[in-house]
Each structure stands twice: as C-alpha cells, then as structure tokens.
C-alpha cells in the first residue's frame, strides 16, 4: 500500500529517504570507550593485529561498497587490500593463511557465491569479518567476526540504504584494524568516526536538493546509453551509478576510471551522449581534481551532455557542466556516501520515466542463492 511505501510509489523511493537513518543507526554503539566495537568477534586481538592481507569479496553493489573500502583501509592501515567478486575468487587459487582477513559483505547474508567463497577462505585458515544487514544469516554464522549494518529490511531489489549502510561499516572495519595494528591513534580512530557519525546530516542535506535530479532523470530517459566516470572513490561511485541504471531503467550504462578514458571510453563520446562525471573534492585531492576537469572539458568538446556531481562551491567545474549536482563539502574518503545518493535518484527517475517497476527490475532477485 502507498502507507507502507511512505507515501512513495515505490520502496526504493522510501529507501533512498531511508538512508540518513540507516547511517546513523549502523554506526550507533559501535565507538564505546573510546574504541571501535564489532558486534560479534570469535577471534583474538592479537589475531587481528597480525593480519597482513586483506581480501574484500562480495557481489553486486556489495561489491562496489568493497571497492571503496579499500581505500580507506589500505590509508588508515597500511595493509594491501585486494577486492574481489565473491563468483572469481572461489574458483581462483588465491594466497591465503591464517593471517589473511577476508571481509565478505553481503546484505542479505546468504548470496550463495559470497557464502561459498568464505568457505573456501576458512578451508585455508584464513579470518573472516561478516558485514551483514540480515541477523543471524548463513555467512554471519560462518564467520570469525561479524558487523551488521543496521538499515532495516530493504524490499527494492535494487540496493540503496544497505549499500550505504555497507560502505559505512566497511570504513569501521577499517578503522577497528586500524586500532588494532596500532596504525592510528586512539584519538584519531575517534576522530574519524565523529567525521561518520557526521554523515546522516550530509545525506539528509543531499536529499533535501534531489528534485533537479529527478528533473533530469525525466529529461534523459530517452538517452540510449549514459556514462559515468570517477576516480579514487568515485570511481566504485561510478561503478554503482551504472549498476543502478542498468538494472532498474534497462539501459546500457558504464562505469570508467576517469583515468582511462584515453585508453578507450572517450571513442564513446559522442554528440548528446550523457556523461556523469564524479567530482573529487578541489581541496581534498586537488590534483585529481585538475585531471578531472580536463577530463571533463575534452568530453565536452565532443559534444557530450555533463553531468556533474561536485562539491558545493567548486567553481572551477561550473563551465564544463551542463549540469551540475552539487553535494555537501565531506572528508575525501567518505564522499561515496554523499556523491551515490543522486546516482540512485537519477538511476530511479530514469526508470520511472520509462515506466518500468523501479522496486521489481525484470530478470532480477534480492537475494541471488543459486551460484
Ligand atoms: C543481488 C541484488 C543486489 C545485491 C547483490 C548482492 O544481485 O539485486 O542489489 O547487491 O545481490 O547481495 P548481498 O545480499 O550479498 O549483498
């Protein structure tokens, strides 16, 4: 019923409004005492602080949600962190040993590849660190450590709160090895939690301006293909932003490494082509912000249409933007929690438009448990 739908036509839509709450409520209770806390932990500290490698497996959005905790892990911990699709690494021979940590991210916690692949990094003594929205859930029960993300049920197949609930535990799960190899202070690993516990605001703040997205969901959904580009953490921004329109609006949608456009994307461009290009912060990382915006004016000199997610007040992006999306000033690490939230309105808008079922996209489950 429109009721449960929170007066939406669709619970994606609620969902999307969901995520401030889905932030804040996965990240409450887990600082106490001045440490980061897990919720379930089979293993011993000195098991984590001798973790030397760390493999992020998961599928879908789960996965872009691991691409960015990579930066974020291999900044505060100084480890390599290898991200991987839960279907590759099973069926790879990957280097594992008791002190390997494989974090497997799964919203529902019975994707049968996520699951099949902790398995296969237990047979080979390696940790293994649930995040999981679901209590109790097959990979959870299978795990040396669990933190659940707290966004409630999600009913749009597509994800939306559970990936933004995922990327904030993911950077817990960063900074709680952070704290255990001694990589960051105390004060520090308090520091960076207040920055997320900052976060629902921002969201909110992204939400309150979604309206011209949805204007111009409507106005490209007669588009045939859109791409969108990012780098460093908005590259899996970018990555997800076309996971979302290929799933719910049908349309052919990819995500590049900004970087690479010479190297084969850019003989995509063409004139009226919809371009979505995430911004770095011009503070925060100033110089990929330079090759972006050079980036950004060569696609645009080809007759491209841009659209560009940038940090408000970003002035010298404004000319090369046909459109520009502007999300509140965060830390640079913890941008994917603002910049995705108008690549799912976008995505949705685009769909709805095209009047397809943005919370049944055809051909697709919630939960894929066959492999
Ligand atoms: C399906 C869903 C996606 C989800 C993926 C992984 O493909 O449609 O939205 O990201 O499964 O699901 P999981 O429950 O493991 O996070």
Redesign the pocket.
């Given at each position: 019923s429109a009721a449960e739908k929170g007066g939406h036509e669709y619970f994606m839509l609620k969902e999307i409004e969901e995520q401030p709450e889905a932030l804040a409520n996965s990240l409450r209770g887990h600082f106490s005492g001045g440490r980061v806390v897990l919720d379930e932990q089979r293993i011993s500290d000195q098991d984590l602080r001798d973790i030397d490698k760390v493999f992020v497996i998961?599928?879908?959005?789960?996965?872009h949600s691991g691409l960015v905790a990579k930066y974020a892990i291999e900044h505060w911990c100084r480890l390599p962190v290898e991200v991987e699709l839960a279907s590759e690494f099973r069926y790879r021979d990957p280097v594992l040993d008791r002190d390997t940590l494989v974090v497997a991210?799964?919203?529902?916690?019975?994707?049968m590849d996520?699951l099949e692949a902790v398995r296969h990094a237990r047979e080979q003594k390696a940790r293994v660190l649930a995040v999981c929205?679901t209590n109790g859930a097959q990979i959870p029960r299978e795990s040396d450590a669990v933190l659940y993300t707290h966004a409630g049920p999600e009913i749009g197949?597509?994800?939306t709160k559970?990936?933004l609930a995922?990327i904030a535990a993911n950077y817990l799960v960063g900074l709680a090895l952070a704290q255990a190899r001694g990589t960051k202070y105390p004060d520090e690993v308090g520091r960076e939690f207040a920055e997320l516990e900052a976060m629902p605001k921002a969201v909110e703040q992204v939400l309150s301006t979604v309206g011209q997205v949805r204007e111009l969901g409507a106005r490209l959904a007669d588009s045939k293909a859109v791409l969108f580009l990012g780098r460093h953490v908005g590259y899996p921004v970018a990555l997800e932003g076309a996971l979302k329109l290929k799933?719910l609006a049908y349309m052919h949608a990819e995500g590049f490494a900004a970087g690479e456009l010479k190297h084969g994307p850019i003989a995509l461009i063409e004139k009226d082509l919809p371009v979505v290009v995430v911004m770095p912060s011009p503070r925060g990382r100033a110089v990929l912000h330079a090759k972006l915006v050079s980036n950004i004016s060569e696609i645009q000199a080809r007759g491209a249409r841009t659209v560009v997610i940038a940090e408000e007040g970003d002035e010298t992006v404004r000319p090369f933007a046909d459109e520009l999306i502007e999300v509140p000033a965060v830390s640079t690490l913890l941008q994917p929690l603002v910049s995705t939230v108008p690549l799912q309105v976008l995505a949705a808008e685009i769909a709805r438009t095209r009047g397809y079922d943005v919370d049944k996209p055809r051909n697709?489950?919630?939960?894929?448990t066959v492999e």
């Amino acid at each position: 019923s429109a009721a449960e739908k929170g007066g939406h036509e669709y619970f994606m839509l609620k969902e999307i409004e969901e995520q401030p709450e889905a932030l804040a409520n996965s990240l409450r209770g887990h600082f106490s005492g001045g440490r980061v806390v897990l919720d379930e932990q089979r293993i011993s500290d000195q098991d984590l602080r001798d973790i030397d490698k760390v493999f992020v497996i998961a599928c879908g959005s789960a996965y872009h949600s691991g691409l960015v905790a990579k930066y974020a892990i291999e900044h505060w911990c100084r480890l390599p962190v290898e991200v991987e699709l839960a279907s590759e690494f099973r069926y790879r021979d990957p280097v594992l040993d008791r002190d390997t940590l494989v974090v497997a991210v799964s919203q529902s916690g019975e994707t049968m590849d996520t699951l099949e692949a902790v398995r296969h990094a237990r047979e080979q003594k390696a940790r293994v660190l649930a995040v999981c929205n679901t209590n109790g859930a097959q990979i959870p029960r299978e795990s040396d450590a669990v933190l659940y993300t707290h966004a409630g049920p999600e009913i749009g197949v597509a994800s939306t709160k559970a990936f933004l609930a995922q990327i904030a535990a993911n950077y817990l799960v960063g900074l709680a090895l952070a704290q255990a190899r001694g990589t960051k202070y105390p004060d520090e690993v308090g520091r960076e939690f207040a920055e997320l516990e900052a976060m629902p605001k921002a969201v909110e703040q992204v939400l309150s301006t979604v309206g011209q997205v949805r204007e111009l969901g409507a106005r490209l959904a007669d588009s045939k293909a859109v791409l969108f580009l990012g780098r460093h953490v908005g590259y899996p921004v970018a990555l997800e932003g076309a996971l979302k329109l290929k799933e719910l609006a049908y349309m052919h949608a990819e995500g590049f490494a900004a970087g690479e456009l010479k190297h084969g994307p850019i003989a995509l461009i063409e004139k009226d082509l919809p371009v979505v290009v995430v911004m770095p912060s011009p503070r925060g990382r100033a110089v990929l912000h330079a090759k972006l915006v050079s980036n950004i004016s060569e696609i645009q000199a080809r007759g491209a249409r841009t659209v560009v997610i940038a940090e408000e007040g970003d002035e010298t992006v404004r000319p090369f933007a046909d459109e520009l999306i502007e999300v509140p000033a965060v830390s640079t690490l913890l941008q994917p929690l603002v910049s995705t939230v108008p690549l799912q309105v976008l995505a949705a808008e685009i769909a709805r438009t095209r009047g397809y079922d943005v919370d049944k996209p055809r051909n697709l489950a919630k939960s894929v448990t066959v492999e």
